[in-house]
Antibody, heavy 124, light 107 residues
Framework: QVQLVQSGADVKKPGASVKISCKAS????????IIWVRQATGQGLEWMGW????????GYAQNFQGRVTMTRNTSISTAYMELSSLRSEDTAVYFC?????????????????WGKGTTVTVSS | DIQMTQSPSSLSASVGDRVTITCRAS??????LNWYQQKPGKAPKFLIY???SLQSGVPSRFSGSGSGTDFTLTISSLQPEDFATYYC?????????FGQGTKVEIK
């Protein structure tokens, strides 16, 4: 079945970096963009950016510019999100999601398959 | 960035009730709006795209409407498994943005 499997929880000190993996299976990895979304405890969803696994192109939300890098390894159908200069406010669950699309009077995009999330705790 | 505002932030309802959640955008965005359901400790589940198109497998008691800046998600007859938090999300322009969520609780 179509699924995204994320790496396990991680604990980091302030100033460190974290790299989360998202392994795709059940579909052609290079045919769908991957988006990263995070959610602090008890808070809403925050879109971090997108990556095209075919080209490697990526775009990031302004809030994360300069600190986030989204990459992929097509040989193992895995996307990565690295966040650097971590601070306590980065403590959150990080989700990867596949971008599906439909066409009717224009293209429509949605996040139709989600990983289960990776908890990142930033603490000294 | 397009700001998405949901109302109410939470509501209490009983099984069988009709529930309506509103999402308002800070600028017009045609019908480029999705809805998701999230249960505690779980990833969001995709429900509706293009404001009113139901994702395959989603029960028909869920429906969406709206265009421009005002959108609604309606659950026609609330079921026990529908108690969750619901988020709207726009894809008209990047960064994609979410509403703050509406928590549907048991009365």
């Amino acid at each position: 079945q179509v699924q995204l499997v994320q790496s396990g929880a991680d604990v980091k000190k302030p100033g460190a970096s974290v790299k989360i993996s998202c392994k795709a299976s059940g579909y052609t990895f290079t045919s769908y963009d991957i988006i990263w979304v995070r959610q602090a405890t008890g808070q809403g969803l925050e879109w971090m950016g997108w990556m095209n696994p075919n080209s490697g192109d990526a775009g990031y939300a302004q809030n994360f510019q300069g600190r986030v890098t989204m990459t992929r390894n097509t040989s193992i159908s895995t996307a990565y999100m690295e966040l650097s200069s971590l601070r306590s406010e980065d403590t959150a669950v990080y989700f990867c999601a596949r971008v599906g699309s439909s066409y009717y009077e224009g293209y429509h995009y949605y996040m139709d398959v989600w990983g289960k999330g990776t908890t990142v705790t930033v603490s000294s | 960035d397009i700001q998405m505002t949901q109302s109410p932030s939470s509501l209490s309802a009983s099984v069988g009730d009709r529930v309506t959640i509103t999402c308002r955008a800070s600028q017009s965005m045609r019908n480029h709006l999705n809805w998701y359901q999230q249960k505690p400790g779980k990833a969001p589940k995709f429900l509706i795209y293009a404001a009113s198109s139901l994702q395959s497998g989603v029960p028909s008691r869920f429906s969406g409407s709206g265009s421009g800046t005002d959108f609604t998600l309606t659950i026609s007859s609330l079921q026990p498994e529908d108690f969750a938090t619901y988020y709207c999300q726009q894809y008209y322009s990047t960064p994609w943005t979410f509403g703050q969520g509406t928590k549907v609780e048991i009365k």
